[in-house]
Nanobody
Framework: QVQLVESGGGLVQSGGSLRLSCAAS????????MSWYRQAPGKQRELVAI???????NYADSVKGRFTISRDNAKNTMDLQMNSLKPEDTAVYYC???????????????WGQGTQVTVSS
């Protein structure tokens, strides 16, 4: 079984910073990509940032220059450093990983349970 666990959410004032972490554990053979999504109340879940195996990254326009995604391949962990937070960043943040559990298995997407980030004005 594979499990993804997020941590680091909380309440912060506008302009502040938070660092989210995601740890993947279980029967993992290879992780192709990891990413962060978020979902605000009444809105669809949206991609925030993605980091692919080789280290290339991509960000939503709304967070470019403020958020930084990073990954430790040896530990199967991923972080999201969020600076200059705005009230519109308030959402539940989810991590996911596209991974395979063996050399012969297909790649599947696994999700964490989410962590709440609230930015007060």
């Amino acid at each position: 079984q594979v499990q993804l666990v997020e941590s680091g959410g909380g309440l912060v004032q506008s302009g502040g910073s938070l660092r989210l972490s995601c740890a993947a554990s279980g029967s993992i053979f290879s992780i192709k990509a990891m990413s962060w999504y978020r979902q605000a109340p009444g809105k669809q879940r949206e991609l925030v940032a993605i980091i692919i195996g080789g280290g290339s990254t991509n960000y939503a326009d709304s967070v470019k220059g403020r958020f930084t995604i990073s990954r430790d391949n040896a530990k199967n962990t991923m972080d999201l450093q969020m600076n200059s937070l705005k009230p519109e960043d308030t959402a539940v943040y989810y991590c996911n990983a596209d991974l395979s559990t063996s050399a012969s298995s297909l790649t599947y997407r696994y999700w964490g349970q989410g962590t709440q980030v609230t930015v007060s004005s």
